[in-house]
């Protein structure tokens, strides 16, 4: 019984209107429902307050012929002076930054405040109203009724301090009255009583509604600011935040780090299991980022897989280190989606403030950059911002701008790798390689701009192009010969790639067996979902389908049963080793075996020596690839290369 009085009053004397039989609501929500009082009420103070200290010396001034005139000076001094400095107090504190929460205590002193400040003007009729004059009787109950109006207004949406207000001058009055004895007073008192019910009535209403309206704002102003999945901080709320360490940090120079994270699987989850399950995985990842940090700190979720914190008050950049790392052992255990364990991991970049930049965009701009780097290094890296970063950065950004206009410029061109079919001793085919020439930097490697071009979008206006140069180049070539055209794994998010394909066939006017796609391995299975029914597509056309670097991705023999695929290609790596390492040899013989099983055909890239060739003929390999066949070469090179009897050449080699 005890505590439930103890919070019963605790919550009487906040101000919670959960006292007097509203819902409750939790504390973060209470303390901002208080600082939307207190803004109020510190709005409407000063004039009160100056209203307050205005009829203290009007009441000293009907009192001057009061035998009571001494003590009424001395009243009227000391409420005028406790008002004037009140006021300007709370003038002052208007000119602050209106407060985000106030806490129990803070309103606990409002309420004892009121109660003071009301008991002052309730000592008024009951010390002095009996050896008034007429005139100061009228004066005294025109005051005391202007004094219930004004707490009534003043604390309209505090029922608690209205009533620790007007309470004593109530009591005063109904002394003054009842000690009088005459009827008319006992009518003036069933005035008051009257007035007081309907001031305090209008009070609770106004309370109730203020109440209301506020919860309503602040539920609407958190779906704006908050994830309607994880109900984590959205990027609204981040920005924000970052805005407010900024400016704590010009304010009083307090340090901060803002974190990003990436997480390194979740495309993988969405297209293995489902939007649903993809849902549930960013729910649980959430769950376990939150549980890392400082309670005063809040992970935020700011894109599809992108998550952020601002931590705030740093004092060694080892602090913001150690949360990164709980973030990234916080993947350690799998997590559980509909049934299934599912493995993920996070990459985390780490800029710290000011040393790494001093506005949001210097900030983002440079987390973004480290987080990059630590992206590129492998799941589960953690990387600071360095200033070579942002050297790489522009240098990225420069070569973006440059490819953009490398098509227009004439910049781009391809050359051609032959494929020899090892039974017939002639060339089969060719593919395809971009190459870009800068004019200033030079020959660019394609390990370089490919994955500019990815990160940009730019890959689908290269892959169009590099298909209609494809298909021009094989209208010029014998309809024995095909050319293979590699495509990035991005492509298949280009739903215009198959109309593209059509367009260039019918432009070139060649048959579609002639175009081979080359999708690499490792790139297609773990990003791309919706590869079979592309691929299907582009078998439907005609076209022939090559998975190149065979035997470096995950899952090929699962891939090679879903996938229709019509020729594998073994990566170089194994040939390499092949005539040195049983282990390799034994892998392309087992290959080259289940290629013809499944009646694929077979390639093996990275031939460089005659034993090599050999070996691969030996096994029944279908065509070999590789610098001892022919490097890749300019069109005008092909006519002569396609007149030459292949098989002595390479014995020539």
Request: net charge negative.
């Amino acid at each position: 019984m005890r505590t439930y009085l103890s919070s019963y009053f605790a919550k009487l004397f906040a101000g919670d209107l959960a006292a007097f039989g509203a819902p409750p609501t939790d504390e973060a929500l209470a303390g901002h429902i208080r600082a939307e009082q207190v803004s109020l009420v510190l709005g409407y103070s000063f004039g009160i307050m100056l209203a307050n200290a205005c009829n203290a010396l009007v009441l000293a001034v009907a009192l001057w012929q009061s035998p009571d005139w001494i003590f009424a000076l001395v009243w009227a001094t000391a409420v005028s002076c406790a008002a004037l400095f009140f006021g300007l107090q709370a003038r002052a504190a208007r000119r602050i930054a209106k407060p985000q929460f106030v806490s129990r205590r803070a309103m606990y002193r409002l309420v004892r405040n009121a109660l003071a400040l009301g008991t002052a003007w309730g000592i008024v009729p009951v010390a002095f109203f009996a050896d008034a004059s007429s005139g100061a009787q009228l004066v005294i109950t025109c005051l005391c009724a202007g004094m219930l109006a004004g707490g009534a207004l003043a604390f309209a949406t505090i029922p608690i301090a209205a009533i620790a207000f007007t309470a004593p001058i109530f009591v005063g009055t109904a002394i003054c009255l009842g000690r009088e004895g005459d009827y008319v007073y006992l009518l003036v008192a069933a005035l008051v009583v009257v007035y007081g019910t309907v001031l305090l009535r209008g009070v609770f209403v106004n309370a109730f509604e203020f109440r209301r309206r506020i919860i309503a704002q602040h539920e609407a102003e958190r779906t704006v600011r908050q994830d309607s999945l994880t109900h984590l901080p959205n990027r609204v709320a981040f920005n924000e935040a970052l805005d407010g360490a900024l400016k704590r940090l010009d304010r009083s120079g307090e340090e901060f780090a803002v974190l990003m994270l990436d997480l390194d699987r979740f495309k993988e989850v969405n297209e293995r299991f489902g939007r649903p399950a993809g849902d549930e995985f960013l729910v649980q990842v959430a769950a376990r980022l939150q549980r890392c940090t400082r309670a005063s700190e809040h992970v935020a979720r700011i894109g599809g897989d992108e998550f952020a914190l601002i931590m705030s008050n740093l004092a060694r950049p080892e602090d913001a280190l150690a949360i990164a790392e709980r973030f990234v052992a916080a993947f350690a255990d799998p997590f559980v989606v509909e049934g299934y364990e599912v493995t993920g991991a996070t990459s985390v970049g780490i800029v710290l403030a000011p040393r790494d930049g001093n506005t949001p965009h210097d900030l983002l701009k440079h987390v973004d950059t480290a987080l990059y780097r630590a992206k590129k290094s492998g799941p589960g890296t953690i990387c600071f911002f360095e200033a070579s970063d942002d050297t790489s950065a522009r240098e990225r950004r420069a070569l973006q701008h440059d490819l953009e206009h490398a098509i227009e410029a004439d910049e781009l061109f391809l050359v051609y790798q032959p494929f020899l079919d090892i039974r017939q001793g002639r060339i089969t085919g060719f593919e395809a390689l971009l190459r870009w020439q800068h004019p200033v930097r030079g020959l660019i490697p394609p390990s370089v701009f490919i994955p500019i071009a990815e990160e940009s979008g730019l890959i689908h206006q290269l892959g169009e192009w590099v298909v209609r140069r494809a298909c021009a180049m094989l209208a010029r070539w014998p309809d024995g010969i095909r050319i293979a055209v590699n495509f990035s794994a991005v492509q298949f998010q280009n739903v215009g790639i198959l109309q593209t394909i059509v367009e260039a066939l019918a432009e070139a006017k060649v048959a579609p067996d002639r175009l081979e796609i080359e999708i690499t391995e490792s790139m297609l299975i773990s990003k791309y979902g919706a590869a079979p029914a592309i691929l299907n597509s582009l078998l439907e056309l005609g076209l022939t389908v090559a998975l190149d670097d065979f035997g470096t991705g995950f899952s090929s023999l699962t891939y090679l049963r879903k996938l229709p695929f019509s020729r594998i290609k073994i990566d170089q790596s194994f040939i390499r080793d092949m005539l040195t390492q049983p282990d390799c040899a034994a892998i392309v013989k087992s290959v080259i075996g289940l290629a013809q099983e499944l009646k694929i055909g077979v390639v093996a890239e990275g031939v460089e020596t005659v034993d090599q060739l050999e070996y691969l003929r030996q096994t029944s390999c279908d065509e070999v690839q590789g610098y001892l066949i022919g490097r890749p070469m300019s069109a005008s090179e092909i006519a002569s290369m396609l007149d030459t009897k292949p098989r002595q050449s390479v014995h020539a080699a």
